[in-house]
């Protein structure tokens, strides 16, 4: 069975890795889903470097450093090049840089769905927006 190609958004990650109740139990199953291949999961350059930066409160600098190697070896990684930066500035529908290159590195991924909390702020993208809960069950329904 083909396995659902889908953008995990920041918030998600950040939900798993500190525990953020009440969304720590969906971040974690989509994230075991992801790391284990059972979802293909992708992530931004630029959302690993943001991970990198929020986490320094709760993780030292080794730590944060093997979370993010662990998301690396086991996740796609789409890189923004300048092309993909570009095209989210010249549009003047997306005027919040980051949610622009998560939709931008989901279309130019032809990835199904983004995974996040922030609906409204994917309402603008080719790339349809879904929570947590919705992509746990479209999961379940594909099994």
Same mark, same amino acid.
């Given at each position: 069975?083909?396995?659902?190609?889908?953008l995990?958004?920041?918030?998600?990650?950040?939900?798993?890795?500190?525990?953020?109740?009440?969304?720590?139990?969906?971040?974690?199953?989509?994230?075991?889903?992801?790391?284990?291949?059972?979802?293909?999961?992708?992530?931004?350059?630029?959302?690993?470097?943001?991970?990198?930066?929020?986490? *320094?409160?709760?993780?030292?600098?080794?730590?944060?450093?093997?979370?993010?190697?662990?998301?690396?070896?086991?996740?796609?990684?789409?890189?923004?090049d300048?092309?993909?930066?570009?095209?989210?500035?010249?549009?003047?529908?997306?005027?919040?840089?980051?949610?622009?290159?998560?939709?931008q590195?989901?279309? *130019?991924?032809?990835?199904?769905?983004?995974?996040?909390?922030?609906?409204?702020?994917?309402?603008?993208?080719?790339?349809?927006?879904?929570?947590?809960?919705?992509?746990?069950?479209?999961?379940?329904? *594909?099994?």
């Open positions: 069975m083909k396995s659902i190609r889908v995990i958004d920041t918030n998600i990650v950040l939900d798993w890795l500190m525990c953020r109740k009440p969304f720590q139990e969906h971040a974690r199953f989509i994230m075991e889903k992801c790391l284990f291949g059972d979802l293909d999961g992708y992530l931004t350059a630029h959302s690993i470097s943001d991970l990198f930066y929020i986490l *320094r409160k709760d993780f030292d600098v080794n730590k944060r450093k093997k979370l993010l190697l662990l998301l690396c070896d086991n996740m796609n990684v789409i890189i923004e300048k092309d993909t930066i570009r095209t989210v500035l010249m549009n003047e529908k997306w005027t919040d840089l980051e949610d622009g290159l998560q939709m590195c989901a279309l *130019r991924e032809e990835l199904e769905y983004i995974v996040t909390r922030n609906i409204k702020d994917f309402q603008d993208s080719s790339v349809m927006p879904v929570l947590p809960e919705q992509l746990i069950s479209l999961y379940n329904s *594909r099994q």
